[in-house]
């Protein structure tokens, strides 16, 4: 709280409220796939039902569909704490080695909060494994050996 004072004794204005700044934020700029993520938000309004979503980086606008793994802001899947800051952990996300974008949503809609925080899932223990894109082939005019 604030108040602006002509001297030590009175008082020139009332109380100044100043709104909690809205963030939200991941714990580390890339994961290796299979690691557990987690978001930490703060400002938020304390409904029930605000929740942060994992989105794939080319979504700009969080809408119905787009996400690929939520929880409410209290951890879980059952609205409830009315938390205004915290964090959740996406203990074992199966999301896909590329891009990434975390949401601090309000009231189990897509009226946005704060965010995106960014991130990048890598392939687990390093570079991607060359797959063949032919199950087989046949040899033609080669020696084996």
Not at 13 to 34: E, M, R, T
Not at 82 to 91: E, I, M, P, Q
């Amino acid at each position: 709280m604030c108040r602006f004072l002509i001297t030590s004794a009175a008082i020139l204005s009332g109380p100044i409220a100043f709104a909690a700044p809205k963030s939200v934020a991941v714990d580390a700029a890339s994961y290796p796939a299979g690691a557990a993520i987690t978001a930490t938000f703060k400002g938020g309004p304390g409904n029930a039902d605000d929740w942060i979503g994992i989105f794939p980086a080319a979504i700009n606008n969080p809408s119905t569909g787009t996400y690929v793994d939520w929880y409410y802001a209290n951890g879980t899947r059952t609205a409830g704490g009315n938390l205004k800051s915290g964090s959740v952990t996406f203990a074992n996300p199966t999301l896909a080695p590329g891009g990434y974008k975390v949401w601090f949503l309000a009231s189990n809609g897509y009226p946005k909060i704060a965010g995106p925080a960014t991130f990048n899932v890598t392939h687990a223990g390093g570079p991607a494994v060359p797959v063949w894109v032919l199950p087989s082939f046949s040899q033609r005019h080669a020696v084996s050996g």
